[in-house]
């Protein structure tokens, strides 16, 4: 089971966005009312919020590999792709200081970056040597997430 707490609505009060298994997705308010669930195609290992050239959106990394993007505010689907390996985990940091925050998806292999229209602005293979050389990099990016 996955969580993330955030704003997803801006009535200034953050929500809670858990995913899991079996394959579900809930959303509760501050009081801890469910006000959202949907069914998902896999299990949810990885869930955030981001902004996308749509408008603000839900992230969720699958246990098999699936990179599926919703709707904040009807939960449909607006993007969908195989990253062939489970996501374990959801970024955002201004990673090319345009001002602009990035998203990074990990998987087992690899560390994906993608921009707001949800392109791929670069891939790296998480190899052991690249994490030995780059582990200060990669604990940055998260320091920058918060």
């Not at 801890?32 to 969720?60: F, P, R």
């Not at 689907?77 to 195989?82: A, L, Q």
Request: glycine content about 6%; aromatic content about 8%.
């Amino acid at each position: 089971m996955c969580y993330t707490l955030n704003d997803i609505n801006d009535d200034g009060k953050k929500e809670i966005l858990v995913g899991g298994r079996p394959p579900f997705l809930m959303i509760m308010n501050h009081d801890l009312n469910v006000i959202a669930t949907k069914g998902t195609k896999a299990s949810i290992l990885a869930i955030m919020d981001a902004e996308t050239q749509w408008g603000k959106a839900i992230l969720i990394g699958c246990r098999t590999g699936l990179f599926w993007v919703l709707d904040v505010n009807t939960l449909r689907e607006i993007f969908v792709r195989d990253l062939l390996e489970p996501i374990t985990q959801f970024l955002r940091a201004d990673i090319n200081k345009d001002g602009q925050s990035e998203i990074i998806i990990s998987n087992w292999t690899r560390l994906h970056i993608i921009n707001k229209a949800l392109a791929r602005i670069a891939a790296f293979e998480a190899k052991p040597e690249w994490i030995k050389k780059h582990w200060c990099m990669m604990l940055i990016l998260m320091a920058l997430q918060n």
